[in-house]
């Protein structure tokens, strides 16, 4: 899971070479359908930031849990400690929105054909820490999100993308869309990038929808520990919603004995 509250991520490439399956989702804010495995988990200790109209927000850090309770079921959770540097005040920090959310893949990939694998991903952010907050940095209102994936593999190229609803309360807030495209390769037998694409319809009524790109890698120290990253910007209303956008974050994904 990894999108930012304003509005996410950029650049552009596209990469060519080597061989087998990229693996899709983090760093990228288009998400992946796959779940993970039955009876493993995947661990990650990230941080992620927006720059937009001299104001810079995001989480440092947030940890996210992963684990496959059942074949083609993973369950999730989130949290993040939310930061706000902006023109007219210091630095403030703070507990943000917890989000909790359960993948269920419906159709698996025809390895031979053309049927892609596609999920189906609620998820729910609840604002534990202060909600009142007029910094919003306490998480606001309880949102939800109703997105569905779906993936592709073609020897080292992965492709995966899709979308779905926000359900967004709240005073002067609106509902919303948000769709992303996203195309990774294998160079590496430890090393992946990938571009992607995509978009949000505007948030709030006196807000603005936004276009943007990234450019992201994955890099596998091991089996166990992976490094990832990405960095972009917006194309459509980029100075009011995604100057500058990224997402670093360590993975760890243990053994079933927790090694």
Known sequence: MIATARGLLSGSLLIWLFTTAAVAGPPFATDDPEPTDYRHFEVYLYSEGTHAD????????????????????QLSAAVPLSFDKGAQHGTLYGYGATELGIKYRFIHEDDDGWRPQVSFYPSVEVPIGDSDRPDGIGGGHTRYFFPVWMQKSMGPWTTFGGGGYWINPGKGDKNYW???????????????????LFHQAKDSMSGRASTGTSLGGLYDLNDRWHLMGSIGTGIQNHRSTNELTYYVAIEWTPSMDGH
Request: aromatic share 10%; hydrophobic share 40%.
């Open 54 to 73: 001299s104001d810079t927000s995001g989480t440092l850090p947030g940890f996210e849990v992963n684990y496959g309770v059942a074949p083609d079921l």
């Open 178 to 196: 948000f769709a992303g495209w996203a195309l990774q390769r294998q160079i590496t037998d430890n090393l992946s990038l990938g571009v992607e």
